[in-house]
């Protein structure tokens, strides 16, 4: 049985999963190059958890006990009781792999490795460690605490009996399992990404405005959030990521990146969490950017 986690990576992610692990009983070490970071980290984990509280969705005494089970940490050693860490640092193939041959020296033989990847080929991740039989994708949505979806990714070398256990773990944590194969983007940003970087040449192009696109998808296909907002609340960056790995992943022009999404990256307009992005994010309302 899965009983301690380890956790690379204190974004919004990574401190989702932790808070998940832990309320469900969990021991948990959240592992960051940053100590400011991790601090935030479990701040932000206490509110969300209280946040649980108050809508009554759990009792405050279990909150406090969740809590309670994170630890924090900047050093790799930590893991070596861990019976799988879940890799969820930026989504960048060379700092991923880097995580990789620095973790798997302080682990134990039977310990397992996932990836909170939205993209990046598992197999390729998994030979950047020294057990991809133990190695397998476990793609999270944000925020992780709501979201009821995980992706399960194997990779061609990831072993029966490590799929097993990690849905296993998936369904204990409250979440229902998608399947996926290995190929770019799996399935949910396989569909949806390419759809946020089409209403992105529509704004390009001058065939709508950032909030007639949005308005558009909200009220005619009754979405509940519009594409470009939606872009911001994931982050423009994580949203060129994906595209960029399609594309180059699959050799398909309809796979290339919006010359205007580039652009707001380039500038460090990131969506939500730099409050700039499509919308402008510094006044009481979200304001159109263009």
């Known amino acids: 049985m899965i009983k301690k986690i380890g956790v690379i990576g204190a974004g919004q992610m990574g401190s989702g999963i932790a808070h998940v692990a832990a309320l469900n009983g969990r021991n948990v070490h959240l592992l960051d190059v940053d100590q400011s970071l991790l601090e935030e980290s479990k701040i932000n984990i206490e509110r969300n958890l209280a946040r649980q509280v108050s809508r009554g969705k759990i009792a405050e005494k279990d909150a406090e006990a969740a809590l309670s089970r994170i630890s924090l940490g900047t050093e790799y050693g930590d893991f070596s009781s861990c019976d799988l ?107 949806l990404v390419p759809m946020i970087n089409e209403a992105v040449y529509v704004v390009y192009e001058g065939a709508g405005s950032i909030a007639s696109v949005d308005i558009g998808l909200r009220l005619g296909a009754n979405h509940p959030m519009g594409p470009l907002q939606l872009a911001d609340f994931i982050g423009l960056d994580t949203c060129l990521s994906v595209m960029q790995v399609l594309h180059s992943g699959l050799s398909d022009s309809k796979y290339r990146p919006c010359p205007l999404l580039i652009k707001y990256v380039e500038a460090g307009w990131l969506g939500k969490k730099t409050g700039r992005g499509f919308y402008d994010y510094s006044g009481d309302e979200p304001v159109p950017t263009r």
């Open 85 to 191: 860490v879940i890799e969820a640092a930026t989504e960048n193939e060379a700092v991923k792999c880097k995580i990789f041959e620095t973790l798997v020296e302080h682990l134990n033989p039977e310990a397992l490795v996932a990836t909170n990847t939205s993209s990046i080929s598992i197999t390729r991740l998994a030979s950047a460690t020294d057990r991809p039989g133990k190695f397998i994708g476990m793609h999270f949505f944000n925020p992780v605490p709501i979201m009821q979806l995980v992706e399960l990714i194997k990779g061609i070398a990831t072993e029966t009996r490590t799929f097993e256990q990690i849905k296993e773990l998936s369904e204990d944590l409250g979440k229902t399992v998608a399947e996926a194969e290995d190929f770019p983007a799996f399935i949910v940003n396989r569909i």
